[in-house]
């Protein structure tokens, strides 16, 4: 029974691993294959771009001008920490998380490890986004920020685990 319920508690691990070799092999594609600043193909129509772009900021380029050391404390250090302490929350025999919370963890975990790997190999050149999508001029934005797998990793696990504590609330 305990072995069951330690590779049951690390299974999501595997989530993780996946999310992580799946980013990291379509990034290299995107460097590969498509050169900086431009766009590779589109699909149904403009809605959908895969192109080749960095940030070295954060979502909507958050940062991007900050000195190099601000950047670095802020967002290579304390990520670090923080995906270490959910890595631990995720995967700890004390954690009180659910199933589905673990899963949702794994999601944010793996995309989190991607985005670090990036800004680790390439901190000066920034993390590789490659997909854009028209957003029609919702709040003021023809496009969408450019993202990647990692990006859409972390905010399928938050929603998912957002999702969880509000059911997990109404059951109490």
Request: proline share 2%.
């Amino acid at each position: 029974m305990q072995k069951r319920s330690t590779v049951k508690k690390l299974l999501p691990f595997v989530l993780s691993l996946a999310v992580v070799a799946v980013d990291q092999i379509t990034k290299q594609w995107v460097i590969d294959n498509i050169p900086l600043g431009t766009i590779y193909r589109k699909f149904f129509g403009d809605f959908l771009w895969i192109i080749h772009v960095r940030n070295t900021g954060a979502a909507f380029s958050f940062g991007a001008a900050w000195s190099e050391s601000m950047r670095y404390i802020v967002f290579v250090i304390i990520p670090i920490a923080v995906l270490l302490l959910l890595a631990y929350a995720v995967f700890s025999d004390r954690s009180r998380f659910t199933s589905f919370q673990r899963w949702a963890g794994a999601l944010i975990l793996g995309g989190g490890a991607g985005t670090m790997i990036d800004r680790a190999l390439r901190f000066n050149e920034g993390v590789v986004d490659f997909i854009s999508v028209k957003f029609y001029g919702l709040f003021g934005m023809d496009r969408w920020p450019t993202f990647n797998i990692s990006d859409s990793c972390v905010v399928v696990g938050v929603i998912m685990f957002v999702i969880a504590l509000l059911v997990q609330k109404e059951e109490k």
